[in-house]
């Protein structure tokens, strides 16, 4: 049996986990999460269908990567109920509505309603105890409370899909996650009309 070629695009994982370790030191870096989302929906518009999610999503293959080769999944079937449709779609509008907040968020700051705050959460509630995640110098003040909302978002989200992974199957993540949904969502109006 021939061995299966590797591709360029079979290593961006290493980006995924080069993302969340550059947020760490620098939020600025937070910022380069937008291609996760633009890319994804630019594709399934443009007709690459879901092809970000079957071969060019970082983070699903880090989960691959660790639950596989690294045997860290339990490899599990997931319930039901986290793949079906009503909760996909539900946890989707849970991850937009939290996402209009960080984007309400900014907006105040960049009106000068609120000042700046300079923290990375958990779950939307719970404060990551690090402090030197700090953004470039001369970055406004807003782009900065973008980058720390941001960069909650997408931790928030690997922390879940890892959580998912050690569970169930490596990639049990792919099954709810809200740029998968989306982009399925685009494919179907897509394909209707």
């Avoid at 518009?45 to 690294?70: H, V």
């Avoid at 909302?149 to 049990?172: D, I, N, Q």
Wanted: proline letters at 4%; glycine letters at 6%.
């Amino acid at each position: 049996m021939k061995p299966k070629q590797s591709h360029w695009y079979d290593y961006l994982w290493a980006a995924s986990a080069l993302y969340l370790i550059l947020g760490f030191f620098n939020i600025t870096f937070a910022w380069l999460g937008l291609l996760c989302f633009f890319i994804p929906l630019l594709m399934a518009l443009f007709g690459a269908d879901k092809g970000y999610c079957n071969r060019y999503c970082g983070r699903g293959q880090l989960f691959s990567l660790l639950g596989n080769r690294f045997k860290l999944s339990r490899r599990l079937p997931m319930p039901r109920f986290l793949s079906s449709t009503w909760f996909r779609y539900a946890f989707l509008a849970f991850f937009l509505v939290m996402f209009g907040s960080m984007l309400f968020s900014t907006y105040l700051v960049f009106s000068g309603s609120r000042s700046l705050q300079e923290a990375v959460t958990l779950l939307w509630t719970f404060r990551v105890p690090w402090h030197f995640a700090a953004a470039f110098d001369g970055i406004p003040a807003w782009a900065a409370q973008f980058a720390f909302g941001f960069y909650s978002v997408m931790l928030t989200s690997s922390l879940l899909g890892f959580v998912m992974m050690l569970l169930f199957k490596p990639r049990a993540w792919c099954a709810m996650c809200p740029m998968g949904t989306m982009t399925q969502a685009v494919c179907k109006i897509k394909h209707r009309s």
